[in-house]
């Protein structure tokens, strides 16, 4: 089973808020106030008018949407996240950005490599954007992002 995500995480009102510069971004709710928007190639290119220069850490990140994270930062935390897992194996990347700078990352764990003890990159974005995991599930689990295996899952 295969599991495909690239996303900015932040807080719902935030997204809802700074969507209306990007009319192609879908918003999907997530738990704890959260919610995502899917990246698709059409939202990655928007902000830059068709700049394909990839943020360094990253697969699909351009500098230019990178730059409007920055912006959107400076109303709240905002989380980029990517994860691509087939059969268990897999890799993420993520960061953090608040008041116009990444605050944390870009963090990374590459397939093979063991989780580090404070978490994954995303589920360690999740506690900076104020989830807090329980005791028996971690911040990915609790926030829903399980709950579809693609972006088209979250468009849907």
Same mark, same amino acid.
């Given at each position: ?25 879908? &918003? ?28 360094? $850490? ?75 995991? $329980? ?6 689990? &609790? ?14």
């Amino acid at each position: 089973m295969s599991y495909d995500l690239k996303a900015v995480v932040a807080g719902s009102g935030l997204l809802t808020a700074v969507t209306a510069e990007l009319p192609s971004a879908r &918003i999907a709710r997530l738990r704890h106030g959260l919610a995502l928007i899917p990246m698709t190639d059409a939202l990655l290119v928007a902000p830059g008018e068709g700049s394909q220069i990839r943020r360094t $850490g990253f697969w699909n990140l351009t500098a230019a949407f990178d730059q409007l994270l920055a912006e959107w930062s400076k109303t709240g935390p905002v989380a980029y996240v990517e994860a691509e897992y087939f059969g268990g194996v897999g890799e993420e990347n993520a960061a953090v950005w608040r008041d116009g700078s990444v605050v944390l990352g870009p963090l990374h764990l590459l397939e093979g490599e063991t989780a580090p003890v404070e978490g994954t990159p995303i589920c360690r974005v999740l506690r900076e954007l104020g989830v807090t995991a $329980g005791a028996a599930q971690d911040e990915f689990t &609790i926030v829903g992002l399980g709950d579809h295996r693609d972006g088209e899952g979250w468009l849907s």
